[in-house]
């Protein structure tokens, strides 16, 4: 099945940069998920990791989901990778979700991840592949800018996030294709992805046609936009930890959320915008609408605030005490000086 692709000298460019890929992140002597839907995307990751597996010693595992969406055909999606596993000789694992999940796109991706967690904790691996493209990229970043993204969220889906890997991330959907094409793979063809109900399939067929009208490349040009806008993130990712080292008092973790004090003095010496991003790097995780509004609000209660306590969310609170800037949990805390205090919501 495998065909002309055994021959490296004939190998195409999706297989080169995979290679690449497996090369610049150290894949090799390794369980390896596939995450395969049975769709062109992953069935071609497949197919090349299968061709690349002597060479990187890779121990391949093929897992899938059924969302459970479209019966029957969902049963023949599953079935189809299923064969597909067997007939490259590899172990398959599959999970189906239950008929009263609820199915939106933001419900299917939480239970993809959380299947996806499962599965590597079932083989005891640390590396799972995802069949993303060059147009599920520019598509994702359209999607964030329409509902709302600060500069980070540029960068769009990043190619490594451990436990996660992207090898098909540089291909175009078309190269994907042709790929598929000329080793005559089968895979199967998800109707619902023709459903512009779906806000990710009418960028896909509405948008992205309409800004390929004023530049026939925008894919090309969207995909530049984030790889400059990686960078960059990566160029101020370590200038800011570089001023966190700075702000952030060594050794007092000793808070909820494992999160150190901030030195209010050395914060405030700040530049303002310099003050929100590190505000807002400090509440990722823990803040669930980081926008401009919020981050402003904490800035501005630092700044205003020498001994007081802001509510955060539910459970959580900001407090200003003794020139420190520290996050507890709890009605009852512990100060510095060892005695205990009650919060005050005060703003």
Known sequence: MLGKQDNPKEASLPTEKTRSFLKTYGIQNKTVLTAVSGGVDSVVMLHILCVLQKEFELNLKVIHLNHNWRGEESKKDAEFVKNLAVQFGLEFYMETLDDDVKKTELTARDERYSFFERALKKFETNVCFLAHNKNDNAETLIYRVIKGTGPSGLASIPKCRPPYYRPLLELARTEIEDYAKENGLKFRQDMSNEDITYKRNFIRKNILPEMEIINKNAINAINSLINLSVERNEILENYLEKIEAEVFEKGSENFSHKKPSIKREAFLALEKPLQREIISRYFKGILKNRDYKNILKIQ??????????????????????????????????????????RNKEDI
Do not use: C, M
């Open 300 to 341: 501005n209660f630092i700044s205003d605030n020498e001994n007081s306590t802001l509510s955060i969310n539910a459970d959580t609170f900001l407090k200003v005490y003794k020139g420190s800037v520290f996050l507890y949990k709890r009605e009852i805390y512990k100060l510095k000086d060892g005695t205990s205090g």
